[in-house]
């Protein structure tokens, strides 16, 4: 398979190239880099902390809706068997 232009796979080696060679060409790019996995990890854990909190909320809302039993219950489990 050729790595050229007009197929998708060869254009984004294309661009991987680019942004690697860029990379390497300037070196306060990393301290870039080290500071956006920081702010990444501080929204990661406010949304999973959120999403505790949240979760929570309806775990206990849930647990104070009353369910019926059903009509005509009696619990006998269906399927079959000596009545």
Same mark, same amino acid.
């Given at each position: 398979?050729?790595?050229?232009?007009?197929?998708?796979?060869?254009?984004l080696?294309?661009?991987?190239?680019?942004?690697? /060679? @860029? #990379?390497?060409?300037?070196?306060?790019?990393? %301290?870039?880099?080290?500071?956006?996995?920081?702010i990444? =990890?501080?929204?990661?854990?406010?949304?999973?902390?959120?999403?505790?909190?949240?979760?929570?909320?309806?775990? /206990? @809302? #849930?647990?104070?809706?009353?369910?019926?039993? %059903?009509?005509?219950?009696?619990?006998?489990?269906?399927g =079959?068997?000596?009545?």
């Amino acid at each position: 398979m050729e790595l050229g232009l007009d197929n998708p796979l060869g254009y984004l080696w294309l661009r991987a190239r680019v942004r690697l /060679d @860029r #990379a390497r060409s300037t070196g306060d790019l990393g %301290a870039s880099a080290i500071e956006w996995v920081i702010i990444t =990890g501080v929204l990661v854990a406010l949304a999973a902390a959120v999403g505790v909190i949240i979760y929570n909320l309806v775990r /206990d @809302r #849930a647990s104070e809706i009353a369910i019926p039993d %059903a009509p005509g219950g009696g619990g006998s489990g269906g399927g =079959g068997g000596n009545p």
